[in-house]
């Protein structure tokens, strides 16, 4: 018999697309109660109905911007009016802006990168882990990148944001050791989703150059992994997960049919 979900609580980040928005069906297809934030609420709007479709007893969602504290504050506490502390909680908003060097960049967007994909992860975990340890532990998990593990030219900030992931899961092992929280962090290769549509501020033909000739990750192929460390045993904490496509053996090595 299967095993009855329907009271845990799953709360994404970034779902309006992508990877956030394939875990998000990934886990209500599971039987969770499924709580979603980004900015799009239209796109949030939209996910709703799919949601309850794939199985989810419970759905929320709510405007959220991670960079912006009171908009996480505001978030978090109509989520937990809604549907409680979630046990699990996956910070998965997060971006890239252009692809030049240091020489040559202008810097305005590594300022959003380090607020998105650091703060942003560090405001929502800050909100929520409190309650999570009082409700006797949950699960925390990233959404890393390869790039967080190797660096490639034209994405130094980028990169640096995802090293950082490392250090804070690190460092939140350490600090709730004993308390009942995992941390874990999912790192994809090349996954196609919007991303390259945001990363080249919506040069749709950019982006495609990108995934051009390959089959990459899709969102979904991300869900899974991160819906397999949410479901361990307890007492089983999945540290990282590294998941690339076949074709593709680094940020460099990509083979091209
Ligand atoms: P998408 O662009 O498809 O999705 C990104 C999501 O993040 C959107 O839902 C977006 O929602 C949300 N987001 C961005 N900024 C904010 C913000 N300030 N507040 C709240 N939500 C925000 O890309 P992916 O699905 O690929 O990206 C998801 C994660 O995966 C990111 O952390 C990315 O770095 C990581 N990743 C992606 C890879 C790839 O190749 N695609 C590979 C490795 C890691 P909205 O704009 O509506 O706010
Ligand atoms: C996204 C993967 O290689 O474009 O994190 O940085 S990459």
Known sequence: MPADTSHKTVLVTGASSGIGEATALAFAAEGYRVGVGARRVD??????????????????QSALDVCDKSSVRDFVSAFREALGVPNILVNNAGLARGTETIRNAEGIAWREMMETNVFGVLHMTHELLDSMIKKGGGTIIMVGSVAGRQ??????????????????????RIETLGQGIRVCSVDPGLADTEFGVVRFSGDQAKADQVYDGIQALTGADVAECILFAA???????????????????????????
């Open 43 to 60: 796109r949030l709007e939209a996910l709703l109905p799919r949601l309850e479709e794939a199985g989810a007893p419970q759905v929320f």
């Open 151 to 172: 660096a490639y030219a034209g994405g130094s900030v980028y990169c640096a944001s995802k090293r950082a992931l490392q250090s804070i899961c690190a460092s939140l």
């Open 231 to 257: 479901t361990r045993p307890p007492h089983v904490n999945i540290d990282d997960i590294l998941v690339m496509p076949t074709i593709q053996a680094d940020p460099w090595h990509i083979h091209r049919g």
